[in-house]
């Protein structure tokens, strides 16, 4: 049995992620499809208390009753990684889950919780794992999930396993717009036709841009399940008219929906738009990006106990 010193419980922030570009390459023959994505971790989040439980046990506490059943992904990292260690964890985990991000929206909150519960609990338990384990682990847990074991800026590759670390670019602030209806990620893909496969240049102007310290290229902002969202989805359309209209010059979805989000430089433009689409009744945030610092920095803070 491994050893844990981990008697407290902790807090840490599980950040939601917008897509900067997210291309669709084609499809593959396991079902999934090749991608490339500049993926961006933003300030929203969730917030998850861990506390150490006797051996074996794992629980879920979360605020959202929809969210707390016993098939929540936070609750199958804790698992997958406790059977994976080896020797096993003298510690189960009682797991309590705040959610902020919304669910299904296309921001990544289930697969940021799960990531985050599985970094933290592998610094409690102490786990030697190797970097690209820990990462097979978080893809089997969903394709979302690798990025979040890092996050900040990175270019994601082949179904979303395969992350390069970019430089935090300059930060921006967000206008985030929910309409009120579902996506399934899984439907979304489906409903791809290959005039909406990307080439992966979009990402590459995104990537070279940061890499080279220059300002972001808000015009090679580019989503390959935009087109179709918002032909399926009036409310996604007229969400994102409603953004126009009030003055965002750039909107773009994130990952497959059907949240919108404008990037602006500025504080007040952002909040400008932000106050004319809550006044519409529209589900709004203000927010913005977050630098991998910031992201790093809440881990250790945590890991130190
Ligand atoms: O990996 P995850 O469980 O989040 O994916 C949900 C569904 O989205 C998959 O079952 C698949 O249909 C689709 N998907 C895909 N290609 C990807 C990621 C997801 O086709 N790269």
């Known amino acids: 049995m491994i050893e844990t010193t981990w008697t407290r419980a902790i807090i840490v922030p599980a950040y939601a992620k917008i897509n900067l570009t997210l291309e669709v390459l084609g499809r593959r023959t396991d079902g999934y499809h090749d991608l490339v994505s500049v993926m961006q971790t933003i300030a929203l989040h969730d917030m998850i208390g861990l506390r150490p439980a006797p051996a074996g046990s794992y629980t879920l506490d979360c605020d959202d009753p929809a969210l707390a059943g016993d098939d929540n992904l936070v609750l199958r990292a804790a698992r997958l990684l406790a059977g994976t260690l080896d020797p096993p964890p003298t510690t189960g985990a009682a797991i309590e889950l705040r959610k902020a991000i919304p669910a299904q929206a296309g921001l990544g909150g289930g697969s940021s919780d799960a990531a985050c519960v599985l970094g933290m609990l592998y610094r409690m338990w102490d786990g030697h794992l190797s970097g690209e384990h820990l990462c097979e682990l978080a893809a089997q847990l969903g394709s979302d999930v690798p990025f979040f074991l890092g996050g900040g800026t990175a270019l994601v590759r082949g179904r979303g396993e395969h992350i390069a670390g970019l430089p935090d ?73 409603a953004f126009h209209a009030a003055g965002a010059p750039f909107v773009r979805l994130s990952g497959s929906g059907p949240t919108l989000y404008a990037p602006f430089r500025e504080l007040l433009p952002a909040t400008a738009v932000y106050q004319r689409l809550r006044a519409e009744g529209h589900e709004v945030w203000l927010t913005h990006t977050v630098p991998l610092k910031s992201v790093a920095f809440a881990y250790q803070e945590t890991a130190r106990e």
């Open 169 to 241: 670019g300059e930060p921006l602030w967000l206008v985030l717009l929910k309409p009120p209806v579902a996506v399934s990620t899984a439907a979304a893909f489906k409903a791809l036709t290959p005039d909406d496969y990307g080439d992966g240049s979009a990402s590459d102007a995104v990537a070279g841009a940061l890499r080279a310290g220059q300002p972001l290229p808000l015009d090679r902002l580019a989503n390959s399940f935009e087109p179709s969202v918002l032909r399926d989805y009036p409310a996604a359309a007229r969400a994102r008219d």
